[in-house]
């Protein structure tokens, strides 16, 4: 599938509202992780509001690729570096807002639940996407 800028949106958004959010309630919950409350999901917020962003940048490092594909290798690296920017925004240097202070949140709980959101929307996108928007591939990412 060679994914269009807003298929790219749409599947991003989907997941995130979907998976992400399924995957942070037991991190806000406090059954996982430290401390408990809506930080995970302001964390959530921020990979979706900059992974839009971001998504501008992949479409057009992708339109100047000879095949115009986005391999899945692709996907890992832009994880990686949305991972490094929201990582080092929220817990290292504190210049995203979050509901607490930033020497409150362990830096620890934020990598896992990233990772943790990360690894689950990705195997999602790579499989559940598949399977019940089977279209899903051949309209460039757009399931709407």
Same mark, same amino acid.
């Given at each position: 599938m060679t994914p269009?800028? +807003?298929g790219r949106w749409q599947t991003r958004l989907l997941l995130l509202v979907t998976v992400g959010v399924v995957v942070s309630i037991p991190f806000a919950l406090?059954?996982?992780?430290?401390?408990p409350g809506s930080?995970? +999901?302001?964390?959530?917020?921020?990979?979706?509001? +900059?992974?839009i962003v971001w998504d501008?940048?992949?479409?057009r490092l992708q339109k100047n690729r000879w095949d115009r594909d986005w391999p899945a290798i692709y996907q890992l690296l832009a994880?990686?570096?949305?991972?490094? +920017?929201?990582?080092c925004g929220v817990a290292i240097f504190g210049f995203l807002p979050i509901p607490l202070p930033k020497?409150?949140?362990?830096?620890f709980w934020v990598v896992?639940?990233?990772s943790i959101v990360w690894i689950a929307v990705f195997v999602a996108s790579q499989s559940l996407m598949r399977i019940i928007f089977p279209k899903w591939r051949f309209?460039?990412?757009?399931w709407l």
């Open positions: 269009t800028l +807003f406090g059954l996982v992780g430290s401390p930080v995970y +999901f302001w964390i959530l917020a921020y990979v979706a509001i +900059f992974g501008v940048v992949y479409d994880g990686i570096w949305e991972f490094i +920017f929201v990582v020497e409150k949140l362990p830096v896992m639940h990233y309209r460039g990412g757009q």
